[in-house]
């Protein structure tokens, strides 16, 4: 028989010899048994090894982790963070580590995303990767920030920092490079506001336990500003803030730290009520940071808090132009977002420019769960421009969204009376005097329905409730004239001309002999009104007058004015119906005739 020829072995490429780089999986946990099976059911798969460092359960945390493939190791809990964590890296086999709590959420999504990043590893172990890390806040909704997560296991490379603690800048120190990526960590330990303020007074206790043996340490700064802002302490955070800011060399040596200290520092000025520290700080980081889209937000942001309306839209409108990036402190993108084009629809309100207002208002709408405040002002401005309808649905869906407060309910009263919705009108002011009984403006409008209905004993009651919360309301002094005289009830009419003319310091400067006096002491009060730009009331005081004892002078001043501001329909309507309702049918015609000739 001949002999077989073997056959030649291929040689192998570099890439099939090249061993891929490993992964470990470290976390610290403490009684997490309830947490464990959710954050390891899909990132168990595509990692080499768990490592599992317990610092002291007494649920089955422990068994649940080997049942789950990890090696379990115990730690003595020591109030340091840093040092757990260095323990669970010390059991890592694995050239790159992944550290995860037990609260953290890895999707199949970016289980994918994992998997492709493993792909390009080196085992140089060059780089080191940053995550984004979606976090829920009771306050603020769903939050994001960058969190440094996979990192090359090398000599001498520790986590720093007894809470809160960092890796980054030792990983520099080593020449590691720093790579953001776009895998999604899901962190649910922030659900309840109670949570919140514990895990704060926790956190604030060590924090500073650490800072009186390292004064000098901006990440420590940095950490207890914060953890006191959580706590609603703005203004001690905002102190630590600036001692990070200007600790050492930190702005050329770790800009993207010293711009994430910048921007807090800038917030919490704001939310301390020191704006304009807030707006300096912030302008000198727009220049620096030129193209940083929250940059340019925060600083729009502290001009318009501090009134400067103009340059607020200037920078407002730039920061919509510009990237939202992720930083390594948690922002809720969608809510900076709303907020953006609110503020810009708030500034150009407070300019006048309504319709731009309403344009940014309306873009605002969808973007965040507290796009009610965009629907509220929208109703607003849609009651000064007199669209009571609209006005009236944007209060409906602002209520219907959780904002059922006291305002928005007398307000959609008000703005569903104008279009003669009685019913809807009532229900609506009540249900503001249910949440608030000392509802100004649902007492004052509730009046004035009741009045308008000639239900003069309920509106009596809410009339004297809206002067016993402020006196000095004009229209409910006109209002309850017109009841009075309707009721023929002289003293409390007089008395009520005496009080609104002492209000605008106007004598009465003869004896009422009659009604047609009366009623020139209210055309004088009206004048007064319109000359000093308050016309409606002044118009009212007019009608009043008109109603007491018809005059053609007064008529014409009436149509005059309500021509002015586009009204006279309306005021023509309320002249023909008080004129029938005293019987006077001979004067409407004549009346009528002058009245439409002025409307020509």
């Known amino acids: 028989m001949g002999r077989k020829k073997r056959k030649k072995r291929k040689s192998q490429s570099p890439r099939q010899t090249t061993r891929r780089a490993s992964l470990s999986l470290c976390m610290i946990v403490k009684d997490e048994a309830h947490n464990l099976p959710d954050c390891l059911r899909y990132i168990k798969k595509v990692v080499d090894e768990i490592v599992v460092v317990d610092t002291g359960s007494v649920d089955e945390t422990k068994s649940i982790a080997k049942d789950l493939g990890a090696r379990v190791f115990h730690f003595d809990w020591c109030d340091d963070f ?28 970016e289980i994918a995303k994992i998997k492709q990043l493993r792909k390009i590893l080196s085992r140089s172990k060059d780089k080191a990767f940053y995550v984004v890390v979606n976090s829920h806040w009771p306050t603020d909704g769903d939050s994001q920030f960058l969190q440094l997560r996979i990192f090359p296991k090398l000599a001498g490379v520790r986590f720093e920092g007894r809470i809160h603690e960092q890796i980054f800048h030792k990983l520099q120190e080593h020449g590691v490079e720093l790579v953001q990526t776009d895998i999604i960590i899901r962190h649910t330990g922030y659900d309840s506001a109670e949570a919140v303020l514990q895990k704060g007074q926790r956190n604030l206790q060590i924090i500073l336990d650490e800072l009186r043996e390292d004064l000098d340490n901006p990440v420590l700064h940095y950490n207890a500003g914060r953890t006191l802002a959580a706590l609603g302490r703005y203004e001690q955070a905002v102190a630590h803030m600036e001692k990070a800011r200007t600790a050492g060399n930190l702005k050329e040596e770790h800009p993207d730290f010293y711009l994430a200290v910048s921007l807090l520092a800038g917030q919490y000025y704001l939310q301390s009520g020191k704006i304009g520290q807030a707006e300096s700080m912030l302008k000198d980081l727009a220049r620096q940071f030129p ?17 400067r309306y103009e340059e607020a839209i200037r920078d407002l409108a730039e920061a919509l132009s510009l990237p939202l990036e992720v930083s390594v402190f948690a922002v809720n993108m969608d809510l900076v977002q709303f907020q953006n084009y609110y503020l810009l629809g708030l500034a150009y309100k407070h300019l006048g420019d309504l319709d731009s207002a309403c344009t ?4 605002s709408l969808g973007r965040h769960g507290q796009h009610y405040l965009s629907m509220e002002e929208l109703g607003k401005l849609e009651l000064q421009r007199g669209n009571y309808q609209t006005a009236a649905s944007y209060f409906n869906k602002a209520i219907k969204e959780g904002a059922a407060s006291d305002a928005n309910y007398a307000n959609l009263g008000l703005a569903c009376s104008k279009v003669n919705d009685t019913g809807k009108a009532e229900k609506a002011f009540l249900e503001a005097l249910e949440l608030n009984p000392d509802c100004l403006a649902a007492h004052s409008n509730l009046g004035h329905l009741y009045c308008k209905l000639q239900d003069y004993h309920k509106a009596l009651k809410h009339f004297g409730e809206a002067l016993r919360l402020a006196p000095d309301l004009v229209d409910v002094r006109l209002a309850l004239s017109s009841i009075f005289f309707r009721l023929q009830q002289v003293e409390p009419l007089v ?8 209000q605008l310091n106007l004598p009465r400067d003869l004896t009422l002999n009659n009604v047609e006096e009366l009623a020139a002491l209210y055309s004088r009060i009206g004048a007064t009104l319109i000359d000093q730009g308050r016309t409606e009331v002044g118009l009212m005081a007019h009608m009043v007058s008109l109603e007491m004892a018809p005059s053609l002078e007064i008529l014409k001043e009436v149509a005059t004015v309500a021509g002015r501001i586009g009204r006279l329909n ?20 004549h009346i009528a005739r002058t009245l439409d000739a002025a409307a020509v």
């Open 360 to 363: 940014m208002l309306q873009k």
């Open 495 to 502: 008395a009520e001309c005496d009080t609104l003319l002492a």
């Open 291 to 307: 193209r940083n889209g929250l940059v340019r937000f925060y600083y729009g942001q502290s001009l318009f808090e501090s009134g």
């Open 570 to 589: 309306e005021y023509l309507a309320q002249i023909r119906q008080i004129l029938a309702s005293q019987g006077q049918d001979q004067a409407i015609e």
């Open 82 to 109: 840093a040092a757990a964590r260095n323990e669970s890296i010390h059991h890592a086999r694995g050239d790159y580590i992944l550290w995860l709590d037990a609260d953290d959420r890895v999707d199949p999504n």
